[in-house]
C-alpha cells in the first residue's frame, strides 16, 4: 500500500513509539514522533499531519490536553487515544474531549491500529 | 494502606506498556521478515539478498513458530492484565433492585451461548436444576457483576465435569433462599470436587488447577472482590473429592429491601 499520509505519534515511552512507527512506516505512512503532549502540539502546529496518535498519561502534557487543544486549534485532525488506562472513565472523557477513537493498550495486533487510522481518515 | 485492587491496577497499568513493546517488536519482526512487503524488497535489491533464500532459512530453523511463540504469549499475559484491571474498576455502574432468579436464569442462557464454553464442551447436554425459593425480596445490585460471578460458576463447573467426567449425568444446581439478613445464591455441581488444600486457595489470584494456557487463576479472585468488596457479601465453597463443589454466596439484604 502506499500512501502519503503523515502519522504523528506522541508517545513518552520510546520502545512502544518506535514499534509502532516501524510498523506505520512499513504500511506506506510518513512518521512523525513526540515525547509528550507539549512537543507534540508543536509538531502539529508545524507539519499539520493527518492523524495523530496519542498516549493520555506523560509528563509535561498529557493526552488529553493534547486532545483539548486540538480540538482549539486543529479540529479537523482526527486523533486516536492510546492508553493502558482502560478505564470507563478514561475513554468517556477522551471521546466527550473529542477523541475520535480510543484504544486499550497493549495493542497485540497492530493491523488494529492500521485499521482504526484507515477508519478516521475516512 | 493501597487496597489490593489499587495494587494490581497500578501493576497492570505499567506493565502494558513493555507488553506492548514485546509483541509489536515480534509483529514487526514477522512482517519484516516477509517476502511479500515492498520495503524488505528494497532493502533486500540494495544488499544484494535473495529474501527467498533467507526466508527459505527462517522456515528451517523455526523462527517464525518462535515469534508466533511470543506472540501467543504475549497476548496471553494481556488477558490476565484486563482481568487484573477488572479487580480494581470502581463500580460506579448503576444498581437497582433486580431480582435474583432472574439474574441467575438469565446467566443460564448466556453460558448455554457462551462461545468459549461451547468449543470445550455443550453447556445444553448440563441439567440445570433450579430450586429458587419466592421469599427473596429484590437486591440492589450490579446485575453485569454478580452475572460474572455466576457464569464463571458455571463455567468453572462445567469445565470440571468436562475434564474429569465421573460417568454420572452432570447436573449443577442452582439455589436461592433467604437466610435472616442475607439472599443466599448457590452453584452446585456433582463433578469431581476438590481437596481440601484446593478449596482453601481457590479465591486466590492466580491458583489455577487447569491446564497452563486455560485459565489466568483470576476468575474466582475477581469473583471473590466483586462479591465481598463491590458487595459487602460472602463468598465460599465446600466440596468433597468425588462429591461435587458448592459455591455459596451471601448478599445482605438492606432493611428497606426487606419487607
Known amino acids: 500500500m502506499s500512501t502519503s499520509k503523515t502519522v504523528l505519534i506522541i508517545e513518552d515511552e520510546v520502545k512502544l513509539r518506535r514499534a509502532v512507527a516501524a510498523y506505520l512506516e512499513d504500511s506506506g505512512y510518513r512518521i512523525l514522533e513526540a515525547v509528550n503532549g507539549r512537543e507534540g502540539i508543536a509538531r502539529i502546529a508545524e507539519h499539520q499531519p493527518d492523524v495523530v496518535l496519542t498516549d493520555l498519561r506523560m509528563p509535561e502534557m498529557n493526552g488529553l490536553e493534547v486532545v483539548t487543544w486540538m480540538q482549539q486549534h486543529s479540529p479537523q485532525t482526527p486523533v486516536i487515544v492510546i492508553s493502558g488506562t482502560g478505564d470507563q472513565h478514561a475513554v468517556d472523557t477522551s471521546l466527550a474531549a473529542g477523541a475520535k477513537m480510543y484504544l486499550t493498550k497493549p495493542i497485540v495486533d497492530l493491523a488494529e491500529l492500521d485499521v482504526a487510522i484507515q477508519k478516521v481518515l475516512g | ?259
Open chain 2, 1 to 259: 494502606m493501597m487496597s489490593l485492587g489499587g495494587l494490581a491496577a497500578g501493576m497492570a497499568h505499567e506493565i502494558n506498556n513493555p507488553l506492548g513493546i514485546i509483541s509489536q517488536a515480534a509483529q514487526n519482526i514477522e512482517r519484516r521478515m516477509s517476502v511479500a512487503l515492498p520495503a524488505n524488497q528494497k532493502v533486500a535489491a540494495e544488499l544484494g539478498l535473495q529474501l527467498e533464500l533467507m526466508q527459505a532459512y527462517y522456515q528451517r530453523r523455526e523462527l517464525p513458530a518462535f515469534i508466533q511463540d511470543i506472540r501467543e504469549a504475549s497476548s496471553r499475559a494481556a488477558k490476565i492484565i484486563a482481568n487484573m484491571l477488572q479487580f480494581s474498576r470502581k463500580s460506579e455502574m448503576e444498581r437497582k433492585p433486580v431480582s435474583l432468579a432472574e439474574v441467575m436464569n438469565r446467566t443460564v442462557d448466556l453460558a448455554a451461548s457462551d462461545y468459549d464454553l461451547r468449543k470445550q464442551f455443550d453447556f445444553r447436554k448440563i441439567e440445570i436444576i433450579r430450586e429458587f425459593q419466592p421469599d427473596v425480596p429484590e437486591l440492589p445490585v450490579v446485575v453485569v457483576e454478580i452475572q460474572q460471578v455466576l457464569l464463571n460458576l458455571l463455567k468453572n463447573a462445567a469445565q470440571a465435569m468436562a475434564e474429569r467426567p465421573s460417568g454420572r449425568k452432570p447436573v449443577i444446581t442452582l439455589r436461592l433462599r433467604r437466610e435472616e439478613k442475607y439472599a443466599v445464591l448457590e452453584v452446585a455441581d456433582n463433578g469431581p470436587g476438590m481437596a481440601e488444600k484446593v478449596a482453601h486457595r481457590v479465591f486466590e489470584p492466580f491458583f489455577t488447577t487447569k491446564s497452563p494456557g486455560t485459565g489466568t487463576g483470576l476468575g474466582l479472585s475477581v469473583s471473590y472482590m466483586i462479591i465481598t468488596q463491590n458487595h459487602q457479601g460472602f463468598i465460599r465453597v465446600e466440596s468433597t473429592p468425588g462429591h461435587g463443589a458448592r459455591f455459596i454466596i451471601k448478599l445482605p439484604i438492606p432493611d428497606r429491601a426487606s419487607s
